[in-house]
T-cell receptor
Framework: DAGVIQSPRHEVTEMGQEVTLRCKPI?????LFWYRQTMMRGLELLIY????????DSGMPEDRFSAKMPNASFSTLKIQPSEPRDSAVYFC??????????????FGQGTRLTVV | AQKVTQAQTEISVVEKEDVTLDCVYE???????LFWYKQPPSGELVFLIR??????QNEISGRYSWNFQKSTSSFNFTITASQVVDSAVYFC????????????FGEGTQLTVNP
């Protein structure tokens, strides 16, 4: 398997613009996670899905953030409008169901977002 | 509530030294998993090991070893004969049965191995 694939790898955008980050999870994985990493806050869970259904979005910082998973092989994280404080590395990860005994999450390479 | 603490923010060693990275966790669940991830300078997060709460056997993989002790709620990671390529940020993480597969990460330990 190719692993978790994220695009783009880098994104530079101007404040106020819409940004869409994309993720293709590992085939067969039931869970998909979106994390954000900053120096100040470390690794934060933004939202996660189980079988394409959002389970917990309490980590989404504001209504400017939204995430979708229209099918098992694709998810998006959208920021509209973007602000400089959204600058961070955004990771997508996927994993098997907890009960299968191998719940470790595998991460994509991340999208480095810079909002100027 | 689940929590992971990595008290060592930065560690610097000289090549070939042994180094131990500490991890202490808090959970109310009896069923949980602990993990270590490595984040090299290139930025990706690499899974290293998983341990479930019912398996306290220590594990060794090459120069890496892990010591899980439920009595002290610790899951420490030792690198023997460190190498420059071990330089990275190392994260300890926890997932609880009641929280599904979601991970709670520690703050990370920056390990620098100097030649």
């Amino acid at each position: 398997d190719a692993g978790v694939i994220q695009s783009p790898r880098h994104e530079v955008t101007e404040m106020g613009q819409e940004v869409t980050l994309r993720c293709k999870p590992i085939s067969g994985h039931d869970y998909l996670f979106w994390y954000r990493q900053t120096m100040m806050r470390g690794l934060e869970l933004l939202i996660y899905f189980n079988n394409n259904v959002p389970i917990d979005d309490s980590g989404m910082p504001e209504d400017r953030f939204s995430a979708k998973m229209p099918n098992a092989s694709f998810s998006t994280l959208k920021i509209q409008p973007s602000e400089p404080r959204d600058s961070a590395v955004y990771f997508c990860a996927s994993s098997l169901t907890y009960g299968q005994g191998r719940p470790e999450a595998f991460f994509g390479q991340g999208t480095r977002l810079t909002v100027v | 509530a689940q929590k992971v603490t990595q008290a060592q923010t930065e560690i610097s060693v000289v090549e070939k030294e042994d180094v131990t990275l500490d991890c202490v966790y808090e959970t109310r669940d009896t069923t949980y998993y602990l993990f270590w991830y490595k984040q090299p300078p290139s930025g990706e997060l690499v899974f290293l090991i998983r341990r479930n709460s019912f398996d306290e056997q220590n594990e060794i993989s090459g120069r890496y070893s892990w010591n899980f002790q439920k009595s002290t709620s610790s899951f420490n990671f030792t690198i023997t004969a460190s190498q420059v390529v071990d330089s990275a940020v190392y994260f300890c993480a926890l997932s609880e049965e009641t929280s599904g597969s979601r991970l709670t990460f520690g703050e990370g330990t920056q390990l620098t191995v100097n030649p």
